[in-house]
């Protein structure tokens, strides 16, 4: 039996680095990791301007309507946003029985003033407050409003819920005055 000997092996610490060996390397981390992020963020910017509407989307995010061809007592259904939306230019007897109604008791309390930026535009969002069908135009309902036949909801000259399972009023959606004659249904975020 044959004795091999070994040289004692000691753990060694590793020697502390020179403080330009410290600083080199705190420059090629911060190097590598600006290129790195950079790369990153030049290969994931497609996908996030992916998410920015598009110029068609961006073009029915509002609506414009010119309202000097409207009759009195004369409605039109305009889309916006893939909704139907009622325009209408009350008469004199519309606006005044919608005055009258913001004396009574109802379910879904709203002053008519504050529901019309003009008193004889009215501009409302046409889906039922019930279950979003289309009410019938102005006059069909019980109050000279409007009616929608699929579960009896009856709204004033106004658009405000007066008798039915409609828990709301017809919503307006925000719209603007460009000019006296023309509204913009919409705005744009920016």
């Known amino acids: ?13 590793p020697e502390p680095a020179a403080p330009e060996e410290e600083n080199r390397r705190d420059f090629l981390i911060l190097a590598t990791s600006a290129v790195g992020a950079a790369g990153v963020a030049g290969a994931a910017w497609p996908f996030i301007r992916s998410w920015s509407p598009s110029a068609d989307v961006l073009s029915q995010a509002t609506t414009e309507i010119d309202v ?9 259904t305009v889309p916006w946003q ?8 009350r008469t004199d007897e519309q606006i005044a ?17 504050e529901r019309t930026q003009k008193p004889d535009i009215l501009v409302l969002l046409a889906l039922c407050t019930h279950l979003g069908c289309v009410p019938q135009p102005i006059g069909t309902g019980n109050f000279g409003g409007f009616l929608c ?10 658009g405000r819920i007066r ?28």
């Open 68 to 76: 000097s061809t409207l009759a009195k007592g004369q409605m039109i």
């Open 163 to 190: 008798q039915g399972p409609a828990p709301k009023n017809l919503e307006v959606p925000f719209y603007t005055f460009k000019s006296d004659n023309v509204l913009v249904i919409g705005k744009v975020a920016g």
């Open 1 to 13: 039996m044959s004795a091999i000997a070994h040289a004692p092996h000691h753990a060694h610490a």
């Open 82 to 89: 893939g909704k139907p939306v009622f325009i209408l230019r």
């Open 149 to 158: 036949p699929c579960h009896g909801s009856h709204y004033d000259t106004s």
């Open 97 to 113: 029985a919608a005055k009258q109604g913001d004396s009574e008791k109802l379910p879904d309390p709203a002053k008519d003033s």
